[in-house]
């Protein structure tokens, strides 16, 4: 559990970044938090010849609101994600799942940026900007692109990002901070990765901009859950149409989980979750 | 009493340790980062060594190619599994029981690999992310053969045989009858038939293994520090496979990071790095990564079970019929043999039960697994399981509370000592006391209302227990009884005044955990009449210790214990002699206490330990004649008549189950245990809350899965679940003291019992849980979510 040799870079700013991977391309890798990359360096199943740190760059590291948006920077870490009072008003659904993420050693170190460029699908973050809508902000040679986060995400541990780009911030929209929320997940153990979990966001009473479902863990990417949504977004939330929404998120989980080995297991699950998740969520709005 | 005799009394008494909540001696030294383990010793010139490990089940290994690994810019040398063969024998292990059947276990794969992870080739190099560079550039060729990855594939027809030699895929067939089982059988009011299945998991010490090793050429000489339960054991196994003179071997285990039986084995990473240090002239290091621990350590537990069990309507079992499994992998390990689990399960199985009518048939099972081995509880976590589970589907079947249903099967406290049905001498216990105690300490009332309370909330709260009775400290007979080729009876201690009065006390048995600098010091100190900081214990180094065993099957307290009071007790007659001499006073009224020897009943008529201690040594004309200048005596103990002693204790536990997720939660957990004199409660409670935690991971969470390749699929943390301190409840421990007739002090051990218990009372706690969806037999371990969601819906069927 050694690393394989690499060469180490320290740049202090995002320019300096990009002159880096132009210059080392497909062979270079961004260390963020290191919680992901490192153990995978150290079982040899990642083997970048070059190592750029982010951790010098001082401007990733941000949490602002911007035009009603919430920004968080790449760099900014889980843990300051999950207490921040901005964060928490702006957008309580990304607190609350930030501080679901490991242990707190882990939520210490482990950053924004590197999760959702890691796309494990069965992390809380690529869950919760699926869910919200956020839009990744990228840099690169080119310039500057935004990606909606349904569309960055690719697979099992892969983005669109290109090789020569970086994951400057992520932008939440307003509406993110909507008065029912809830995020749902189920682990083996406290603090493991979720088997399954389930973000809810829910509008006031009657409104449907703004509803959403999320799913994580079941497939190899977070997923809308479109045919609950459409379920719910006449505005009614009587106990019968939320039984079915949840049961239209588990046999949607069931069909996106084709190959796992318990996938009926984990249909019944995202099913489950999403009944709770709604009760939370409703309750939040005050109903 | 007047005055001054009470002051008399007062000043040559001295309140015995042994008994006493001391805190650990050992303690201060790892909470402030001051203990030294293996990967904290540098040598000088030392190599690295990293091992290339074989990816593949089953197969015949073709071709080793090491060329570019040999040439890689700091590699000093790669070296294959034929080179291996021509330097070190392999370790064979055999049994004496007649249906065994041997394996030899090279220290690097030669030919054929039986298991992924086994060790192929050694790459030696200046760092270990060197070694493990080049170990990538070494290509081994294999000729696949069909794996066998499971019991049933190895007992099939027609299975592929892992040992060419053999006649099938077992080590060992055993068989036992004992009473009149089908008697009991025809004569019941009802028979049960029951399977129960435990899956492979193992102890997984913070430390991982680790060895470094230095040869000596001008004298031929090796000394071998590696993180071991059982030094001198090293050492001996190490002199055979090396053909070195034994006294040319030195093995030092420092400080240990956890063993749980685990490091109590001579593996073949020892023997290689060995090996690489003789051919090398250099000290050469091996720190095992968790990959390589998960992957080719020793696993345990693997244990699949089939049973009739006869009952009457009153809730007795009249007979069992036991048919057993047992995984035992590729290998059979060295010193124990692959028979220990077999062995174990098929003695231990009707535990504290007085069950007279037992028959079984047990199979030591050899499959392309990492080899199985002892770990903390070897067998009876499975043994418990199932008779535990048995009880509480008696209890189902009859319509009994399933504590009645234990309470009318117990062996009563009038029948110790008692002889099991398999011949086992349960010298003493109290198996009713500590069920009735735990359910009173544990607030079983409470427990009950609050699950109704829960019940009309739509939750489900399940209310477990399980009892059992532990063998330990099984010696002589015990050994012979099993089979193994070596006899794991006496340990030994030698107990050493220095000039200054202070005490060197040296014991065969290793400490890792257990706190022996502690109980050990108590034990001496007592006798010697000083203080417990007066008194140093050491262990671990052959060059200073006494041969013994080393410290497993909860024996050390026992035996090393009781060896430390004999030599002590030596030392004490030493003492009191001199003493004598010097105060011109009768021997048989000395008395040694508070640092003085004292004539009896008179504080003033006294002299210092300290100062006849100083005399012994550099004034010996004092001495009385004849008395040579050595404060010093070697004791060994046995523990007649070495059939052990047996620990009891009950557990019982609260959980809550979602039924929709399958999620089990632990929310209160109660231990009463009995293992006789305690030397030291707190490091028996410690001892308990450690061996239940493990116990917890071994239900829930602690899993090996292979597939039908023998790929093993949790080979991280990620995979391979271990319980955390959130996922473990506060552990009440109460105690109750019934001493052993057959130990000094009456001390039994404990060490394992923790985790004996857990098992069996979290799945009865699960199905009480589960109850309102309907009665289903729990019988499988670990309870993953998706395994307990199977028992809901069987649960839900059986009540349709
Ligand atoms: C024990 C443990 C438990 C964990 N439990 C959880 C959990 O429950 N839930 C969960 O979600 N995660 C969990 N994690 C993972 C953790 O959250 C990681 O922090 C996260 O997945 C990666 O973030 P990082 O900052 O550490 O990134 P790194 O490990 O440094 O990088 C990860 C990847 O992202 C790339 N990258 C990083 N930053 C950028 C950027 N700005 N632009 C482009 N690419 C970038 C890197 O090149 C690398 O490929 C756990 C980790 C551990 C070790």
């Known amino acids: ?287 | 009493m007047s005055e001054t005799q009470a002051e008399t009394q007062a000043a040559t008494q001295q309140p015995k340790l042994l008994g006493a909540r001391v805190t650990r001696v050992e303690d201060p030294r790892f909470l402030t980062g001051n203990g030294r383990y293996v990967d904290d010793i540098a040598l000088p010139g030392m190599l690295h060594v990293a091992f290339v490990r074989s990816t593949m089940a089953h197969a015949d290994i073709t071709g080793v190619n090491v060329e570019a690994a040999a040439s890689h810019p700091g590699v000093h040398a790669v070296v294959t599994g034929a080179e291996m063969a021509g330097e070190a024998k392999p370790i064979t292990c055999d049994s004496l029981v007649p249906t065994w059947q041997a394996t030899e276990y090279p220290a690097l794969a030669h030919e054929r690999v039986r298991f992924v992870g086994e060790a192929v080739a050694a790459v030696v190099a200046d760092d270990r992310y060197i070694a493990e560079d080049a170990s990538e550039l070494v290509r081994v060729e294999y000729s696949a053969r069909e794996p066998v990855a499971s019991i049933e594939a190895a007992i099939r027809d027609g299975a592929p045989r892992l040992h060419d030699s053999w006649e099938d895929n077992f080590f060992v067939k055993r068989h036992f009858n004992g009473g009149d089982v089908e008697g009991a059988m025809a004569e019941a009011d009802g028979v049960l038939e029951l399977d129960l299945v435990s899956h492979r998991h193992s102890g997984i010490p913070l430390e991982c293994r680790g060895c470094i090793a230095d040869y000596n050429r001008g004298d031929n000489t090796l000394t071998l520090w590696t993180s071991t339960q059982i030094p001198h054991l090293v050492r001996t196994g190490l002199a055979d496979v090396l053909e070195m003179p034994e006294n040319s071997i030195r093995v030092i285990a420092p400080e240990v990071g956890g063993g749980y039986g685990i490091k109590g084995h001579l593996f073949p990473e020892e023997i290689a790095v060995a090996v690489l240090a003789r051919k090398l002239g250099r000290a050469v290091k091996w720190i095992e990564d968790r990959r390589e621990h998960l992957l080719a350590c020793i696993h345990a537990r693997e244990h699949h079970h089939r049973l009739q069990v006869a009952y009457k309507q009153d809730g007795t079992v009249t007979g069992i019929k036991a048919l057993l499994y047992v995984d035992c992998g590729a290998y059979s390990v060295y010193p124990w043999t692959s028979t220990m689990d077999t062995g174990m399960a098929l003695g231990i199985l009707p535990g504290p039960y007085r069950i007279r009518n037992y028959e079984c048939e047990a199979y030591s099972v050899t499959t392309n697994k990492c080899p199985l081995g002892p770990y903390r509880g070897v067998a009876r976590p499975a043994a418990c399981f199932s008779i535990e589970r048995a009880m509480d589907e008696v209890a189902h079947a009859v319509g009994l509370d399933p504590f009645e249903v234990r309470r009318r099967n117990l062996v009563r406290d009038d029948e110790f000592p008692y002889e099991s049905v398999t011949g086992l001498i349960y010298d003493s216990g109290s198996f009713h006391e500590a069920l009735e105690k735990v359910c009173r300490d544990g607030d079983l009332e409470g427990m009950r209302r609050l699950q109704e309370e829960a019940r009309a909330e739509g939750r489900y709260l399940g209310i477990g227990f399980s009892c059992y009775t532990e063998q330990t400290a099984h010696t002589t007979n015990e050994f012979i009884k099993r089979g193994v080729p070596i006899i794991f009876g006496y340990d030994t201690a030698i107990v050493r005044m220095d000039p200054s009065g202070t005490v060197l006390v040296h014991v065969s048995t290793h400490s890792h955990g257990q706190g022996h600098e502690t109980t050990y010091a108590q034990v001496v100190a007592d006798q010697l009449g000083i203080p417990l900081e007066s008194v140093k214990v050491a262990f671990g180094d052959t060059a200073a210790t006494p041969y013994g065993h080393g410290t497993f099957a909860s024996r050390s307290a026992v035996l090393a214990g009781g060896a430390s009071l004999r030599a002590a007790q030596k030392v004490a007659e030493m003492l009191v002699r001199f003493a004598a001499e010097h105060l011109e006073a009768d021997p048989g009224d000395i008395e040694l206490a508070q640092g003085k020897a004292f004539v009896r009943g008179s504080a003033s008529r006294g002299v210092e330990i300290a100062d006849l201690a100083r005399w012994a040594y550099h004034r010996p004309e004092k001495l009385p004649d004849g008395m040579e200048p050595v404060l010093e005596a070697v004791s060994s103990y046995d523990a007649d008549p070495g059939t052990g002693t047996f620990a009891n204790a009950a557990h019982l536990v609260l959980v809550e189950v979602d039924p929709e997720t399958g999620g089990v939660k632990l929310l209160r957990y109660a231990v009463t245990e009995d293992c006789g004199r305690m030397i030291n409660p707190l490091i028996v409670d410690g001892q308990v809350h450690g061996g239940v935690a493990q116990g917890i991971g071994g239900a829930l969470l602690e899993e090996f899965v292979y597939d039908e390749n023998g790929q093993l699929l949790t080979t991280t943390f990620l995979d391979y679940l271990l319980p955390g301190a959130t996922d473990i409840p506060k552990i009440e421990v109460t105690h109750l003291e019934t001493l052993s007739p057959f130990t000094l002090e009456g001390i039994k051990g404990m060490g394992e019992g923790g985790a004996i218990g857990p098992g069996p009372a979290v799945a009865s706690a699960v199905a009480d849980a589960l109850s309102p969806f309907g009665h289903v037999f729990v019988n499988e371990l670990p309870l993953t979510p998706e395994r307990v969601r199977k028992f809901v819906q069987q649960a839900t069927g059986n009540a349709a």
Request: net charge negative.
């Open chain 1, 1 to 287: 559990m050694k690393p394989p040799p690499f060469e180490y870079f320290s740049p202090t700013s995002v320019d300096e970044c990009l002159t880096l991977l132009a210059e080392h391309g497909e062979d270079a890798k961004l260390l963020a938090g290191g919680q992901s990359l490192v153990p995978l360096m150290n079982l040899r199943l990642a083997a970048p010849e070059v190592l750029i740190d982010l951790n010098g760059v001082d401007e990733l590291a941000r949490i602002d609101r911007d035009d009603g948006e919430l920004v968080i920077g790449a760099m900014t870490r889980h843990r300051d994600v999950a207490s921040s009072e901005l964060v928490r008003e702006a957008c309580p659904l990304l607190a609350e799942a930030a501080a679901l993420i490991g242990y707190p050693a882990i939520r210490n170190r482990g950053t924004m940026g590197g999760s959702l460029s890691h796309a494990d699908p069965a992390a809380e973050l690529p869950c919760v900007t699926t869910t919200l809508d956020a839009e990744m902000v990228v840099v690169g040679p080119g310039g500057r692109r935004s990606i909606p986060a349904r569309d960055f995400f690719a697979g099992h541990f892969t983005t669109v990002l290109e090789p020569s780009e970086l994951l400057l911030e992520v932008r939440f929209p307003a509406h993110g901070g909507g008065p029912g929320w809830s995020f749902h997940e189920f682990s083996r153990k406290s603090g493991d990765f979720a088997l399954v979990a389930v973000a809810v966001q829910l509008p006031g009473d009657g409104a449907s901009a703004g509803l959403a479902i999320g799913v994580g863990g079941v497939g190899d990417r977070p997923w809308r859950a479109d045919a609950a949504e459409g379920l719910l977004a006449g505005g009614q939330r009587g106990d019968e149409l939320l039984q079915q929404a949840a049961d239209a998120v588990g046999a949607q989980a069931r069909e996106h989980g084709e190959g796992h080995a318990d996938n009926d297991y984990r249909g019944h699950v995202a099913a489950t979750l999403a009944r709770r998740a709604f009760a939370t969520a409703l309750e939040r709005t005050g109903r």
